[in-house]
């Protein structure tokens, strides 16, 4: 689903995060990826989402070169990018309001799109995330928790079939972020998801990837992987069991490995 | 405002003018009625005519300002090599008092309508100008990424994103500046014209000594004043109903 190819990015200042970078993520995979500020998550988010260009090297997303955001591929990040002035359900179909402002023309609307009953469609979504109650509500009236529902409402509402997130629950209270990181789950293996999360909390990592990908400081060579394999991940009481604590520290002491510890 | 607030208001002003009208006991500040009545008789007729003809140079300067200023302003906020280009530029001319350009204006565009819309629209231009520039150069990146995820390209953005953020700041600039853009419309209709409530306040009242035609014409110009800020409050309250929300 999506492929780094010996691929090189380097900041315009003169930082480069990614050297003859390769790594794959194929279809149906939950990634994690984890490691220090700085490490250059984000910047591989970035550009597995086409909001960056490899500096060398090829990037892959379903067999195609990118060189723009993909229709099929959903960002969620942490700030949730909400419109302040549109209402919950506004925001959650502003996805789909664009694909029907440009129409179906394959660049930035699939050709298969179907736009006819696109409020039936966000309506779903909202009563699927529990956020209907709040449908005719402006994003600064509503809860951190239910600020991140929508923003994921309206990524699923388009079908995607690639979901990258950049610490989607890092502004959220330790209850609420168990409750979303569960959801979540659900809604991955519901949609039959690819899934890359960026996060630099290793509870968070192992909760949410069944493969980990651990990156250091920059630059970033070699590819790191912890296989999480636990029978019991992705379940409610994963996070209760001695597999997750075990997984925990082994990912801590891979990250402790590196030159400085997790911020 | 409320309706009981904006009477009680209104009931306070003629308290104070009543007053100010005795204490001052001379022809040059008639007393309420008397300014009423005069009001009464003429704005149906030719001050009713006055007081269109300024209300369309003030309107027709705020949509000439708009239409010019916030997609100049969005290009500026947008576009960091093209701020760092104008920003001297702006911060130089923006500070500059307009009306000192009216005999320019006059000379340029002559005495018509023309020289009173583009004077008064360029004192809004460069309020609307600098708020929608900085709203749109505050917007957070990750709002634009996230957007931009989502398909949209330059069009979609400038529709769902840069000009509704622009439109707050449009409606506090004209809160702003719509009292001086009426001020120096005053000024400009004042001479060298033969229509406008400058015009019928200076030339036609002022210099015949008719002080309560002259009075009815400083109401109707308060009343311009007034009803651009409703205006302007309703446009609020239509297209911003989430800053009420909170």
């Known amino acids: 689903m999506i492929e780094f190819r010996d691929l090189t990015f380097t900041y315009p200042g003169g930082a480069t995060i990614l050297a003859h970078f390769s790594w794959s993520v194929a279809r149906g995979e939950a990634w994690a990826v984890i490691g220090p500020s700085g490490c250059g998550k984000s910047t591989l988010l970035m550009l597995a989402a086409g909001l960056r260009q490899p500096t060398a090297g090829e990037l892959l997303v379903a067999g195609q070169p990118l060189d723009r955001p993909r229709p099929r591929t959903g960002l969620i990040l942490q700030d949730y990018g909400l419109l302040p002035w549109a209402t919950v359900r506004d925001n959650a179909a502003l996805g789909l309001r664009i694909r029907s402002f440009y129409g179906r023309d394959g660049k930035h609307t699939p050709l298969d799109e179907d736009l006819s009953a696109l409020w039936e469609r966000v309506d779903r979504w909202l009563r699927r995330l529990a956020i209907d109650h709040v449908a005719d509500q402006y994003p600064n009236q509503i809860s951190g928790g239910q600020r991140q529902r929508t923003a994921i409402a309206r990524t699923l509402a388009l079908r995607p079939d690639l979901l990258l997130m950049d610490e989607p629950f890092g502004a959220l209270d330790a209850l609420t972020r168990e409750d979303l990181q569960l959801l979540t789950l659900e809604l991955m293996a519901e949609q039959g998801l690819t899934t890359v999360i960026v996060t630099h909390n290793i509870e968070e990592a192992v909760i949410m990837g069944r493969r980990i990908l651990v990156l250091h400081h920059p630059p970033n060579r070699e590819v790191v992987t912890v296989a999480n394999d636990d029978p019991a991940w992705a379940t409610r009481d994963y996070r209760k069991g001695p597999a997750f604590l075990a997984r925990c520290n082994e990912l801590r002491r891979l990250l402790e490995g590196s030159d400085h510890a997790l911020a | ?246």
Not at chain 2, 83 to 92: D, E, K, S, T, V
Not at chain 2, 104 to 127: E, M, P, R, T
Not at chain 2, 226 to 233: H, N, Q
Request: with cysteine; charged share 15%.
């Open chain 2, 1 to 246: 405002m409320r309706w009981r607030d904006l009477g009680l208001g209104a009931l306070m002003t003629l308290v104070v003018w009543q007053l100010l009208s005795w204490a001052i006991d001379r022809p040059v500040f008639p007393p309420p009625h008397e300014v009423l009545a005069a009001f009464g008789g003429a704005i149906l007729g030719d001050l009713g005519r006055h007081l269109l003809i300024s209300a369309w140079r003030v309107t027709a300067a705020i949509v000439l300002s708009v239409a010019t200023a916030v997609p100049l302003g969005i290009g500026l906020g947008q576009i960091r090599a093209l701020n760092r280009l104008f920003a001297p530029l702006i911060y130089i001319v923006h500070p500059i008092p307009k009306i000192v350009f009216l005999p320019v204006l006059l000379v340029l565009l002559g005495s018509g309508d023309g020289s009173k819309i583009l004077l008064i629209a360029l004192i809004l231009f460069f309020q609307i100008l600098v708020v929608v520039r900085d709203a749109a150069a505050d917007l957070r990146p990750e709002l634009i990424s996230s957007v931009y995820s989502l398909g949209a390209g330059r069009r979609a953005l400038y529709r769902y994103v840069y000009f509704p953020a622009a439109i707050p700041g449009v409606l506090t600039a004209l809160r702003v500046s719509v009292g001086t853009a009426v001020a120096v419309l005053f000024i400009a209709e004042s001479f060298a014209t033969t229509s406008g409530l400058g015009y019928y306040i200076i030339i036609e009242a002022w210099g015949a000594l008719r002080y309560a035609q002259m009075f009815s014409g400083v109401l109707a110009m308060s009343l311009l004043g007034l009803g651009l800020y409703f205006a302007i409050d309703a446009l609020d309250r239509h297209l911003c109903p989430w800053r009420e929300a909170s």
